[in-house]
């Protein structure tokens, strides 16, 4: 069985940047998906990128792109997305989530127990 | 704005039926049947529910069914219960550099 632990909440000043860890135990770590989902407070679900350890290279929603950062670690199993240029609206539970077969992403099947990042000055 | 449409809430009362639709254009649910519903209760992550439109992952009960229809995907519960009380989100595949776009969500309450 896979199951994904995230890192612990954080909180943030504006303009800074934000780490935030998955690391999965259980099941084939390098060819499945690994995707960020965000969920702001009281909000719906927002897919942020997504990473296929074996190949390294992270795709990005568009809304991202330039200030979001993925990368994966073979050797430890762990996953991570950096966000950068940090504003209020950036404060969010993050989720990593890992996808239900290999291939593009969209059925996610495994999820981290969220991360909750905080931006306040 | 959400990508997906969906109505904000539906209720029912339990043992009956309830629908909740995910409208979307020709670019994602329209042009894939890679549509995916979740449940997330509060404070929890979400569950998938249903993928590419209506299979249903081990464990999930058969009362949950997801079907499409142009660009609209719908899930169906039947036999309403109390634990089915949650929000609902529809997902799509999309083929664009962003390549999932999910909906607004939907809370489903069991009167």
């Known amino acids: 069985q896979v199951h994904l632990v995230q890192s612990e909440a954080e909180v943030k000043k504006p303009g800074s940047s934000v780490k935030v860890s998955c690391k999965s135990s259980g099941g084939t770590f390098n060819n499945y998906n690994i995707n960020w989902v965000r969920q702001a407070p009281g909000q719906g679900l927002e897919w942020m990128g997504a990473?296929?350890?074996?190949?390294?290279?992270?795709n990005y929603a568009q809304k991202f792109q330039g200030r979001v950062r993925i990368t994966a670690d073979e050797s430890t199993r762990t996953a991570y997305m950096e966000l950068s240029s940090l504003t209020s609206q950036d404060t969010a539970v993050y989720y990593c989530?890992?996808?239900?077969?290999?291939?593009?992403?969209?059925?996610?099947?495994?999820w981290g127990q969220g991360t909750l990042v905080t931006v306040s000055s | 704005q959400s990508a997906l449409t969906q109505p904000p809430s539906v209720s029912g009362s339990p043992g009956q039926s309830v629908t909740i639709s995910c409208t979307g254009t020709s670019s994602d649910i329209g042009s894939y049947n890679r549509v995916s519903w979740y449940q997330q209760p509060p404070g929890t992550a979400p569950k998938l529910l249903i993928y590419e439109v209506k299979n249903r992952p081990s464990g999930v009960p058969d009362r949950f069914s997801g079907s499409k229809s142009g660009n609209t995907a719908s899930l169906t519960i039947s036999g309403l219960q109390a634990e089915d009380e949650a929000a609902y989100y529809c997902s799509s595949f999309t083929g664009t550099s962003t390549f999932v776009v999910f909906g607004g969500g939907t809370n489903l309450t069991v009167l």
């Open positions: 989530a890992r996808d239900l077969y290999s291939g593009s992403p969209n059925e996610f099947e495994y």
């Open positions: 990473i296929m350890p074996i190949f390294g290279t992270a």
